[in-house]
């Protein structure tokens, strides 16, 4: 029971991550170039550019995209160095707890 009990949470850990990357940072894109058209207008009218509240949070979202991009990098580069990413107090390598 210990076996299925294991698999069953290795099957849940990789959902939640698979969500998290697989379907979270294009989220976060699409949200930021949202925030980067500015406001919907009706046809014929002039379109005015986004707001300034909207561009930095666009910007905030790209910077979001940006640093799961670079930790992923890290990541498999670090696997193949034989090191794994340390998060406290930023992301980067460190040597493989033995």
């Known amino acids: 029971m210990d076996t299925v009990w294991l698999s069953l949470q290795g099957a849940w850990d990789l959902l939640r991550y698979g969500l998290v990357v697989g379907a979270g940072l294009p989220i976060?894109?699409?949200?930021?170039?949202?925030?980067?058209?500015?406001?919907?207008?009706?046809?014929?009218?002039?379109?005015?550019?986004?707001?300034?509240?909207?561009?930095?949070?666009?910007w905030?979202?790209?910077?979001?995209?940006?640093?799961?991009?670079?930790?992923?990098?890290?990541i498999i580069v670090g696997a193949g160095m034989g090191k794994v990413v340390d998060f406290f107090p930023f992301p980067h390598l460190v040597p493989k707890p033995k």
């Not at 980067?36 to 707001?51: D, I, R, T």
């Not at 905030?60 to 990098?73: K, S």
């Open 28 to 58: 976060l894109f699409a949200l930021g170039v949202r925030f980067m058209a500015g406001p919907a207008v009706e046809e014929g009218a002039v379109a005015a550019g986004p707001s300034a509240g909207g561009r930095a949070l666009s």
């Open 60 to 74: 905030i979202f790209f910077a979001l995209c940006l640093l799961g991009v670079i930790v992923g990098i890290e």
